[in-house]
């Protein structure tokens, strides 16, 4: 039987990357297993602050050497996309808030690393070398993340900086941040030129502690600034180069929330399947119902296609730069797709294990209330869906020629993730043709059958696209948004079945899944009362029936089995 994909902390070892990373990686597993579960639950019920994990984390130098830019610090010190992911699905593996803390450092140390500023560079580096945690000062209570309407308000002090004053909502590590970068505009400016970011100090008096906003674990404030002194030296951008990086930061940071989804799901799973493989109901397994094989082989089969994406998303994202922004797309897919993906799992898993899933000792019923997070931040699935439907012309009918991606686990700094530029012209971004990945795999059943419902896609847009009502119609176009993302998110799946040689009955039976998750796209698109009587037709036509191989599933029941036993934090 094929070795599981999941991540199992009784055999991790990231062998893939280089020593000093595997040795932090599995210090910071071993960290958790010691500890123990008693301590994770505990803390969690309890919804202390999770001083002691930042305590370790501060004595490994592990934020330092995973977030410091090669250009900042020594040694092993890089910003590693691929390593970055590693980290991110441990920390959700054990938890949403030690996976918080650090995801908000990403984005508070975003417009640091994006500005031209020493002095705040230098600051930043040695802040993460003496243990310190950041934050990211965008959104606001009134506003929400629409930058363009920020409250924070910058006054000239007459001596080449500023005072700032204004509120900060929903912003995690307010509490403790040694910089926080924060957004806000001039009084004396109009305009996107009037836009300022700056690093503040949660340390100043000036700067007010309101409250934690989110009743959780982590904390999540609400901060108030009041004539907060700006200098020179605190400044990181001005005018529009101020927008972009907001937008930028985002760019960077959102990525994570896939691992960190990834990571739940495979804690979640190793506890689900291990309580039903031993429970008797009736005097059966409850593992010998067939609806339970099926709910669990799905779950399954949807976490192993969510680390394929992902996995392969890492390659593009280290591989970008002016000529190449295909990550562009990825990356919003990786948001909105795969942690949508993670609500699925829970939910069939929680459906076999049932009231299982709500008792305060287990992980599980941390992961059915965290995993709802992950959709939600870094912008919704509907901002991402509208995003990812800019690209879709190019993607599926202007393809140019690439060199293929290669796998990047090397030791490199991906530093183009700082300097990406305006943050415009995603219409224009072009991409290799997705049919090369389902030609290398058509003789997978599944896969061709899911390809003729993405080729009749492409027929749909050419004979009856969307109209101008419907192109003014948001819930329209999401309806067709699902569909295209169904077909980027198979392309990469199937690159990376090809690059790490998956199980063939793994990946067939993924492709089962999206086969159906098409038919029920095109079910919703049927219903829309902005769709014509032709789209109609073409979505009743497009339903299929994924090709069904009962030896083929049994098989992958097998996988999902042997994760009886084979993973329990220690105690």
């Known amino acids: 039987m094929a070795d599981s994909p999941l991540l199992n902390p009784r055999t991790y070892d990231p062998t893939h990357l280089d020593d000093e990373s595997r040795r932090l990686l599995r210090a910071t597993v071993d960290w958790f297993e010691a500890r123990g579960k008693q301590a994770l639950v505990d803390t969690y019920n309890r919804q202390a602050w999770y001083g002691d994990f930042l305590e370790f984390a501060a004595k490994e130098g592990l934020f330092a050497t995973f977030l410091t ?32 803390t650090w995801q908000v450092t990403v984005l508070g140390l975003g417009p640091v690393w994006q500005s031209d500023n020493p002095a705040a560079r230098a600051r930043a580096a040695q802040l993460l070398d003496d243990g310190h945690v950041m934050a990211f000062g965008l959104s606001e209570r009134t506003h929400g993340a629409d930058i363009y309407s920020t409250d924070m308000v910058l006054t000239d002090d007459g001596n080449g900086g500023f005072r700032a004053t204004g509120s900060k909502y929903y912003i995690g590590n307010g509490n403790v941040a040694g910089l926080v970068s924060v957004f806000g505009r001039r009084a004396d400016v109009e305009g996107p030129d009037g836009y300022v970011f700056f690093a503040a100090d949660s340390r ?23 004539d907060y002194p700006v200098r020179a030296e605190d400044v990181l951008h001005t005018g529009k180069a101020a927008f972009d990086a ?64 992902s996995d392969r998303a890492v390659d593009y994202f280290r591989s970008a730069g002016p000529d190449d922004r295909r990550y562009l797309l990825f990356n919003p897919m990786t948001k909105m797709k795969v942690t949508t993906e993670g609500e699925k799992v829970i939910d069939l898993l929680w459906d076999v ?110 004979a009856n696209a969307p109209g101008k009502a419907q192109q003014e119609d948001l819930d329209f176009l999401l309806a067709v948004g699902h ?25 067939d039976e993924i492709f089962d899944i999206l086969v159906r998750d098409f038919s029920a796209g095109a079910t919703e698109l049927h219903g829309k009362a902005a769709t014509t009587e032709a789209q109609a037709a073409w979505a009743l036509a497009h339903v299929r029936r994924p090709v069904q191989d009962a030896a083929r599933t049994a098989r992958v029941w097998a996988q999902v089995e042997a994760l009886s036993g084979a993973y329990e934090m220690q105690p």
């Not at 100043?204 to 009041?226: D, G, I, T, W």
């Not at 060199?403 to 490199?412: F, I, N, Q, S, V």
């Open 204 to 226: 100043h008096p000036a700067y007010h502690l309101v409250k934690n906003v989110v009743n959780a674990q982590m904390y999540v404030s609400e901060f108030r600034l009041e």
């Open 353 to 462: 294990i049932a009231a299982k899933g709500f008792e305060a000792d287990t992980y599980f019923d941390k992961a059915a209330r965290d995993i709802r997070g992950l959709p939600k931040l870094e912008g919704t699935v509907h901002v991402n869906l509208a995003l990812i439907l800019k690209f879709m012309a190019n993607y599926l009918f202007s393809p140019v020629a690439y060199p293929p991606a290669p796998t990047r686990h090397d030791a490199a700094d991906d530093e183009f993730l700082f300097r990406q530029g305006p943050a415009r012209g995603l219409g224009d971004i072009r991409f290799h043709d997705w049919r090369a990945a389902y030609d290398v795999h058509a003789a997978v059943s599944n896969v061709a059958r899911f390809r003729e419902q993405a080729d009749g896609f492409c027929a749909l847009l050419l």
């Open 69 to 100: 830019p090669a250009a900042d610090g020594d040694g092993a010190k890089r910003w590693d996309t691929a390593r970055n992911a590693a980290l991110s699905e441990i920390l959700g593996f054990y938890g949403l808030g030690y996976w918080y």
């Open 483 to 507: 569909l295209f993302a169904l077909i980027v998110y198979g392309q990469l799946i199937l690159e990376q079945a090809e690059l790490t040689g998956l199980d063939g009955d793994v990946l």
């Open 246 to 309: 907001a937008l930028n930061t985002v760019n960077v940071g959102k990525f994570n929330l896939c691992t960190a989804s990834i990571g739940i799901c495979e804690h979640a799973m190793f506890e689900a399947v291990t309580h039903a493989q031993n429970r008797v109901l009736y005097g059966k397994r409850v593992t010998d119902f067939a609806h339970v094989k099926r709910e669990l082989t799905d779950a399954y089969a949807r976490l192993v296609a969510m680390k394929l994406f």
